[in-house]
C-alpha cells in the first residue's frame, strides 16, 4: 500500500485517501506495544500520503494527543518521518507539537521513548532550519525561528543534562544530532549559556565511543559550532584553545577505509575547522 501511494498518490481520490489515513493510524495505534514490523508499515504508510496530504496525517496524529500523557512510540516516529517528508506541511503544526511533547519528556522512563523524541527532536529542528532557509518560498514567510526558542531551549536541557548521561550508546548518539540542530534555534542569551557546558560532555563522547561512531558527535559538534559563530557567541572565544586541541588530536588518527563512518567523520572534522576558522 505504501509503494503503490508513492507511485500513484496524485492518483489516489480524497475520500479514499482519508479512509487510508485512519486505517493506518488505527492500525499503528491499536496495540500499545511497540511492534515495529507491522506498526512501522503502518507509520511509513502515513508518511506516504501526508507527502501530499500532510494536514489531514498531522490533525489525526495531534488529536491522538492527550494532555500529559506520553503518547505513543510510532505518533512520535511518524511525525519525525513526515518533517523530514514534507517541511512546508509539518512547520504549521510543530509550535504545538512542541507544547504538547515538551511538558512530558520529564516523565520519559524507557530508552525506546527516549530514542524517538530525541530523534523527532531533531527532525523538527532540522524541518524549521529548512523552512526557514527557504522562506521566499514558503506558503506563510511570517515564521520565525524566536517562536520556537522557548520549548527548543527546555527540551535541549532536559536531553543534555539527563538523557545525554544514558547508557545506550545510539541514544547519546542521536542527542548529539539534535543537539546539532536544536542549538540553531536557541535563543543568544541561552547558547552563550550552554556553549561552555557542553564542549566538556563532548569531548567525554568521543573517549566513550569507538572511532566508527565518533561521526554523530562530530555533525553535532559542527552545528554547535556553526550555531555558535553565527551568533558572535564570546563563550566559543574562551574555548577555542580547547576545541581546536580536541579537534587536532581527532583529526590527527588516520581513517579506517574499511570503516565509511571513520571517512565521513573526518571529512567533518575538517569541516569543524572551517567553520571555526
Known amino acids: 500500500m505504501e509503494r503503490i501511494c508513492k507511485d500513484s498518490l ?3 481520490p480524497p475520500e479514499l485517501m482519508r479512509d487510508l489515513i485512519k486505517a493506518a493510524t488505527d492500525e499503528m495505534l491499536s496495540s500499545k506495544e511497540v511492534l515495529p514490523e507491522w506498526q512501522g508499515a503502518a507509520s511509513n504508510l502515513l508518511v506516504a500520503l501526508g507527502a501530499k496530504y500532510c494536514n489531514d496525517v498531522m490533525e489525526l496524529l495531534f488529536n491522538r ?21 514534507n517541511v512546508y506541511g509539518t512547520v504549521p503544526f510543530l509550535k504545538g507539537t512542541l507544547g504538547m511533547i515538551v511538558p512530558v519528556l520529564g516523565g520519559v522512563k524507557h530508552d525506546n ?24 518560498d514558503a506558503p506563510d514567510t511570517n515564521v520565525k525561528k524566536e517562536v520556537y526558542a522557548t520549548e527548543i531551549t527546555i527540551a535541549y536541557e532536559i536531553l543534555v543534562s539527563s538523557w545525554l548521561q544514558s547508557k545506550e550508546a545510539k541514544i547519546r548518539l542521536v542527542i548529539m544530532e539534535a543537539v546539532g540542530h536544536m542549538s540553531h534555534l536557541m535563543s543568544h542569551d541561552k547558547l552563550e549559556e550552554q556553549v561552555p557546558k557542553i564542549l566538556p560532555v563532548i569531548m567525554t563522547l568521543y573517549k566513550r565511543h569507538p572511532p566508527q561512531e565518533h561521526y554523530h558527535i562530530t555533525q553535532g559538534l559542527c552545528m554547535l559550532l556553526d550555531a555558535a559563530v553565527k551568533s558572535s557567541c564570546p563563550a566559543l572565544e574562551l574555548k577555542v584553545d580547547t576545541v581546536l586541541n580536541m579537534l587536532f588530536t581527532l583529526v590527527c588518527v588516520s581513517p579506517d577505509y574499511s570503516q565509511p563512518m571513520t571517512i565521513k567523520n573526518q571529512n567533518e572534522l575538517l569541516r569543524c575547522f572551517e567553520v571555526t576558522g
Not at 494532555?67 to 517528508?85: D, R, S, Y
Not at 521513548?113 to 521566499?136: G, H, R, T
Request: aromatic share 16%; net charge negative; glycine share 4%.
Open 65 to 85: 494527543f492527550q494532555p500529559g500523557v506520553v503518547p505513543h512510540f510510532f505518533i512520535i516516529q511518524t511525525m519525525g518521518n513526515l518533517a523530514t517528508e
Open 10 to 12: 496524485d492518483d489516489v
Open 113 to 136: 521513548m527516549k530514542w524517538v523524541f530525541a530523534f523527532a527532536l531533531a527532525k523538527f529542528s532540522e524541518c524549521i532550519l529548512e523552512y526557514l532557509v527557504n522562506i521566499e
